[in-house]
């Protein structure tokens, strides 16, 4: 499976974004799917995760309430709408294939990240 991010950009505290994590080499509806995060100097981070049906979802703490998983099979296609972003959401965001789960070394195939940066 080859993933691609996109739809990063620069927002400002209190905006929104969406991304986009499209997927090739196998049918999308046979696995699961995960953004995770980065920022300079820290840890890759777990975001948001969910089920090869969508019928699971599980979030950080960090974003529960501002960011919302989805996917459409039949575009291949998996997203995350991230509403009143804050600044320390700024980081490079990644989409992976993995099990419902937070846990960043159960994730595979991941692709190039996408930049999300947010002014105050």
């Known amino acids: 499976v080859q993933l691609q991010a996109s739809g990063g950009g620069l927002v400002q505290a209190g905006g929104s974004l969406r991304l986009s994590c499209a997927s090739s080499?196998?049918?999308?509806?046979?696995?699961?799917l995960g953004w995770f995060r980065q920022a300079p100097g820290k840890e890759r981070d777990f975001v948001a995760a969910?089920?090869?049906?969508?019928?699971?979802?599980i979030y950080a703490d960090s974003v529960k309430g501002r960011f919302t998983i989805s996917r459409d099979n039949a575009k291949n296609t998996m997203y995350l709408q991230m509403t009143s972003l804050k600044p320390e959401d700024t980081a490079v965001y990644y989409c992976?294939?993995?099990?419902?789960?937070?846990?960043?070394?159960?994730?595979?195939?991941w692709g190039q990240g996408t930049q999300v940066t947010v002014s105050s």
């Open positions: 969910i089920s090869p049906s969508s019928r699971g979802t």
């Open positions: 992976a294939v993995g099990p419902l789960t937070k846990h960043f070394t159960m994730y595979g195939s």
């Open positions: 080499g196998r049918e999308s509806r046979t696995y699961g």
